[in-house]
């Protein structure tokens, strides 16, 4: 069975929320091609409608929307998802991804494109992010130099 992480981003308030998918609520999410939509229901967001825009493998290696299928490919490309040439002309080649989710993914990525009727803020939990923890570790260990 396939687990991994939703990255539902609001464009809205500019915030991306992380919800872990496990067990039977993954299958839901597999088969479908970037750009489809899904019923929130199968992330917990009753009444929201996602739109896949991505995701990646436990390599990191990205989804590309314009390659058919769930395998990685190895791939001619000049530009786009997974390669930034530094001049023009330059062409590389590159293991990407196809369009669909596969179990073999530990990342997808959503946005949202119709609210349900509660904000999202209060359906997932908030957790505090790394770069939170951090700036906190700092202030401490700044205050304790000072005394």
Known sequence: MADFKLVVSD???GKAYNIDITG???TKFVGHAIGSEISGDAAGLAGYTLVITGGSDKDGVPMR???PGQVRRKVLVS???GYHPKEDGMRKRKTLRG???ATELVQVNATIKEYGPKPIEEIVPKSE????KKKAEKKTAAAAKKK
Request: charged letters at 25%; a positive charge.
């Open 11 to 13: 464009a809205k308030t």
């Open 24 to 26: 039977p609520k993954t």
């Open 65 to 67: 929307n314009d390659l």
């Open 79 to 81: 530009g786009g998802i």
């Open 99 to 101: 369009n669909e989710i």
């Open 129 to 132: 992010g790394a770069g939170k």
